[in-house]
C-alpha cells in the first residue's frame, strides 16, 4: 500500500486562501479517488470533497480540490478564510480493498 | 437524514476484547453500501479498521486483521466490531460510518465513542 503525506500544520489569516497538499507515496494520484474531511475539535470528521473535486451537499464552494499528476499529488483550497474553517484536514483514498488516510494537517486561522 | 450512533464499554482490561456497536437510523443497512470503523488515538490521526456489507463480506486492516472481527445484524439495522486482546495502543476514539465501496467516500459518521484501555 502506498502512504499519504500532509504537512502537519498551515496557518493563514481570515479572509485569505489557503491550500493543503497531499502526496502519494507510490501509485498514480489519479487511479484512486481522493477524499477529504475537516475535523472540527471534538467532533467527528466530516466530509467536504470526495471523487477529487465532488463537493457534498451543503459543503460551501469556498471549498474546491484538485489532483495534479505530474507531483503526484492531491490539494485542498479554502478562500474567503473564516475562524469556521480552523480544523484539522484529512485527504483520505483507498487501493486493492484497503482504506488509506493521511496524517492530517492543522489549519489555523489566525 | 442518515445517522450513525456508536454503543459500548467506555473501559476495557489488556488482553480483554473491545465490543462496540453501530445502530444506523434514517437509512437501512441493506440498502447497498459497506459499513466502516475508524479508530483515533487520542492526538493522534484517523485510521481505518475496516469494512463490512449488508451480506457480511468483510475487508480488514492488514495491520489489524489477526485481531479484528465485524459483523452485521440486518435485523436490528446494527453493525458491530470486536477487537481481541488489546493493549494501550488501541486506546482511541471508535467512529462507525458508512462507507461507499471501500473508501470511495466515508459519510456520514459517528459522533464517536472513547474507548480506553486499562487495567
Known amino acids: 500500500n502506498f502512504v499519504l503525506t500532509q504537512p502537519h500544520s498551515v496557518s493563514e489569516s481570515p479572509g485569505k486562501t489557503v491550500t493543503i497538499s497531499c502526496s502519494r507515496s507510490s501509485g498514480s494520484i489519479a487511479s484512486n479517488f481522493v477524499q477529504w474531511y475537516q475535523q472540527r475539535p471534538d467532533s467527528a470528521p466530516t466530509l467536504v470533497i470526495y471523487?477529487?473535486?465532488?463537493?457534498p451537499s451543503g459543503v460551501p464552494d469556498r471549498f474546491s480540490a484538485s489532483i495534479d499528476s505530474s507531483s503526484n499529488s492531491a490539494s485542498l483550497t479554502i478562500s474567503g478564510l473564516t475562524t469556521e474553517d480552523e480544523a484539522d484536514y484529512y485527504c483520505q483514498s483507498y487501493d486493492s480493498r484497503h482504506v488509506l488516510f493521511g496524517g492530517g494537517t492543522k489549519l489555523t486561522v489566525l | 437524514q442518515m445517522q450513525l450512533q456508536e454503543s459500548g464499554p467506555g473501559l476495557v482490561k489488556p488482553s480483554e476484547t473491545l465490543s462496540l456497536t453501530c445502530t444506523v437510523s434514517g437509512s437501512s443497512i441493506t440498502s447497498g453500501f459497506y459499513w466502516g470503523w475508524i479508530r483515533q488515538p487520542p492526538g493522534k490521526g484517523l485510521e481505518w479498521i475496516g469494512s463490512?456489507?449488508?451480506?457480511?463480506?468483510?475487508y480488514y486492516n492488514s495491520s489489524l486483521k489477526s485481531r479484528v472481527t465485524m459483523s452485521v445484524d440486518t435485523s436490528k439495522n446494527q453493525f458491530s466490531l470486536r477487537v481481541n486482546f488489546v493493549t494501550a495502543a488501541d486506546t482511541a476514539v471508535y467512529y462507525c460510518a458508512r462507507d461507499i465501496n471501500i473508501g470511495r467516500r466515508i459519510d456520514p459518521w459517528g459522533q464517536g465513542t472513547l474507548v480506553t484501555v486499562s487495567s
Open positions: 463490512i456489507s449488508h451480506s457480511n463480506t468483510t
Open positions: 471523487d477529487d473535486n465532488q463537493r
